[in-house]
């Protein structure tokens, strides 16, 4: 079945969600990451076999409505757990990150590694603009531990899974958003203050 996205392209739906995050740096800094994805990460499906993943995952664009998915997923975590508006937006500029590496360099397969990767490929990234090295560290680690148990190599997976309370959301929304059983389109339509916050 095609999946259809009636107001927006799919890449347009992820970039409004920068409107969720508050704090200016961290939305400059999430967007520049953003802006320098490989173009697999737009267009490749969350699995490559298809076997593990709901239907709205696979095909083209699947990669970023899963990273949608999780956003969504994990923003409602974070206000549910989470006091104070640092924390939630450092887990969503984590969620919105943490596949963006999944194929790694040449996105022959997608290795368990892939948490590792991104760490170092964001680590690596010159971002121009101003932000506390202690808030970049935190929402690179939500990216680097998401896979929890299966983080690879397995000395990550020791850290992994002694999470701190934003990295653990990014792992429940990620392993949420995967969930063959728990199929569901991401949420199209955004409120108008997303958006104005966004486009102001
Ligand atoms: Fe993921």
């Not at 696979?58 to 206000?79: M, P």
């Not at 690879?152 to 653990?168: H, I, L, M």
């Amino acid at each position: 079945m095609m999946i259809k996205e009636p107001l927006y392209s799919i890449k347009e739906s992820l970039y409004l969600r920068l409107g969720l995050i508050k704090d200016d740096n961290i939305r400059n800094f999430t967007e520049q990451a953003l802006n320098y994805a490989d173009e697999e990460f737009w267009t490749y499906p969350s699995s490559l076999s298809g076997r593990y993943h709901p239907k709205e995952n696979n095909g083209i664009g699947g990669l970023v409505r899963h990273t949608i998915k999780t956003i969504d997923i994990a923003k409602g975590l974070g206000e549910f757990m989470l006091y104070g508006n640092t924390s939630r937006d450092i887990t969503i500029a984590g969620a919105m990150l943490h596949d963006i590496k999944k194929g790694g360099d040449d996105w022959f397969n997608y290795p368990a590694i892939h948490g590792l990767l991104a760490y170092e490929w964001l680590k690596d990234l010159e971002y121009k603009g101003p932000i506390d090295e202690l808030i970049k560290e935190d929402i690179l680690n939500c990216v680097r531990y998401h896979m929890r148990q299966f983080s690879e190599p397995k000395s990550e997976a020791v850290r992994a899974v002694n999470a701190t309370d934003t990295e653990q959301i990014v792992q429940i929304a990620d392993h949420i958003s995967s969930r063959k059983e728990l199929s569901f389109l991401p949420g199209l339509e955004l409120s108008d203050k997303i958006i104005k916050s966004y486009l102001r």
